[in-house]
């Protein structure tokens, strides 16, 4: 969160883009004020608030599964486009 | 290193002590790693789990006419964002290409530094109607502005949460 008032008449780049909205009739896809509206809402949704990370800065969440590493027979699976194994070479790099 | 494996870990450094032209590098480190079996390994790499705050509801975004992909007349199926050198190729006007851009709206980055070529890159700047360019301080590129919008700082801004993946989550 910030440290000091912004100097002059410099902006958030939030702010910018709100406003080239507003001219340009986007508003729908802005619909908070400013980029605090949103970190609350965005927070609530999981249980935390704007509020609370003020007040604690950094908040630690477990993990959803217990599978920090592979089991020992665990057949891996990789987000490749070769069946879900290693790529040792680019086969989109080919094409 | 073998004999260690799978706990082994090829670093494949910091971002700072990247200098842009590593993509073999990485790709030779990350083999390594393959090969070391250091992926989601004890003493490895461990596994990455996905954690996004919520984004907040909003109508279908308009689909744009035209895309920077109009501008090569092949697919460039890899590459998500445009490759740097296409940000030059897409603005300078040619006959064999069915693109030009006319204006660039430049976020906190020094393309006259960051983009391989500045020779390309001041002729296709050359070839522009309009440059925006949104900074914090003067920079390279803040000098070939048509309209610089001046952001604050980052000790005067909030910006969005940033979510660290370790062995717990971390939300900051």
């Known amino acids: 969160m910030p440290a000091a008032e912004p100097k002059y008449d410099t902006k958030p780049a939030y702010w910018m883009a709100r406003q080239l909205s507003l001219k340009l009739g986007l508003e729908a896809y802005f619909p908070h004020e400013n980029l605090e509206d949103l970190l609350d809402w965005q927070l609530k949704q999981i249980g935390s608030s704007l509020d609370e990370m003020q007040r604690i800065g950094v908040k630690t969440f477990p993990r959803q599964a217990d599978n920090l590493y592979f089991a020992d027979n665990e057949e891996a699976e990789f987000m490749t486009n070769t069946g879900k194994k290693l790529n040792f070479y680019s086969t989109s790099f080919c094409k | ?172």
């Open chain 2, 1 to 172: 290193m073998a004999n260690a494996s799978p706990a082994v870990i090829i670093h494949p450094g910091r971002h700072v002590t990247w200098y842009g032209d590593d993509t073999q590098r990485l790709r030779a480190v990350a083999i390594l790693n393959a090969l070391l079996g250091s992926w989601g390994r004890r003493g490895g790499f461990y596994r990455s789990e996905r954690f996004e705050l919520p984004s907040y509801p909003h109508p279908e975004f308009p689909v744009p006419k035209r895309t920077w992909r109009s501008a090569f007349p092949w697919e460039i199926s890899s590459c998500r964002p445009c490759p740097s050198n296409g940000i030059y190729d897409a603005t300078v006007p040619v006959a064999t290409r069915d693109c030009n851009f006319k204006g660039w709206i430049i976020n906190g980055t020094n393309l006259i530094e960051t983009l391989p070529n500045q020779k390309q890159t001041i002729e296709a700047i050359n070839n522009l109607d309009l440059i925006v360019v949104i900074d914090t301080m003067p920079m390279e590129i803040t000098g070939w502005a048509d309209i610089i919008l001046p952001e604050c700082t980052y000790l005067e801004r909030y910006d969005a949460v940033r979510q660290v993946l370790t062995a717990n989550h971390r939300l900051l």
